[in-house]
């Protein structure tokens, strides 16, 4: 398996399109984060030194919702690729274990957007400190448990939906596909907060959106979004083992 991931590793690294599409998606992740937390008189109507430290930590950390975007597109894109060019065909006869394979390339995109993440947060965290203090504005500190909690929700909201699209392309046999599917995941939230509070209440729990913003700590007492921790963890599970399954199921009984 170790050598399954490595060799996932370096076919995403032998090229240079992905190594410079990978280090684009740091770069406009954080000049977005920036770029939010610096014009917030435009974005909130409120000067930077009016809001808060979690405030400008949240405006910062905007970023990675592109790069989560970004990390959809170039998961679904890289194994679709496999596909379309008919590469697969090789890698499953060096690898017949097709189960193997399947959760090689799992443990590889998911590995790849956890570091990205990882370096996102941290990166976005300092550009917040460097504000609040340019701005004479009290900093943040980690041991805070509500920041490390925000912290924490927003660096497994990439890695959760890498995961995902990983599942979508071998479910759906399509890189399209599988990028409609993630960001419907994404955006469904939105238009289910259209309807009643009663609908809300019975849907929005069930998506991954309510699931993250619960970690993360961001949801309002007494909001359909709102649950605790364990029921968090327990839906993003639910999830990718449902996911993965029916991709896995698919991916067994194909035609390559």
Known sequence: MINLINAEFKKIFFLKSSRIYLLILIVLSLILGLIFSLTTNVTQGRAITELSPMDVLSANMLGVDLA???????TAISIAKEFSTKL???????TPDRKKF?????????????VISIILVILSYLASQLILTANNIP???????????????VM???AFYTIITVAAVLLFNSGAGAIT?????????ALIKMFSSSIQR???PVFPQSAIHSLAGVVKKGSAEAMGIT???FVLLAWIIICSILANLKFQNQDI
């Open 181 to 189: 599917f993630s960001l419907a995941i994404m955006a469904l939230p």
């Open 102 to 114: 399947f959760f090689a390339r799992l443990i590889t995109y998911f590995l790849l957007s956890l």
């Open 139 to 153: 900093v943040l500190s980690l041991k805070d448990n509500k920041v490390r909690q925000f912290i924490s929700g």
């Open 231 to 233: 029921a968090g963890v």
């Open 202 to 204: 019975v849907l929005l």
């Open 156 to 158: 497994i909201m990439p």
């Open 68 to 74: 989560n975007i970004m990390l959809i597109v170039f």
């Open 88 to 94: 697969i065909n090789i890698s499953l006869v060096i």
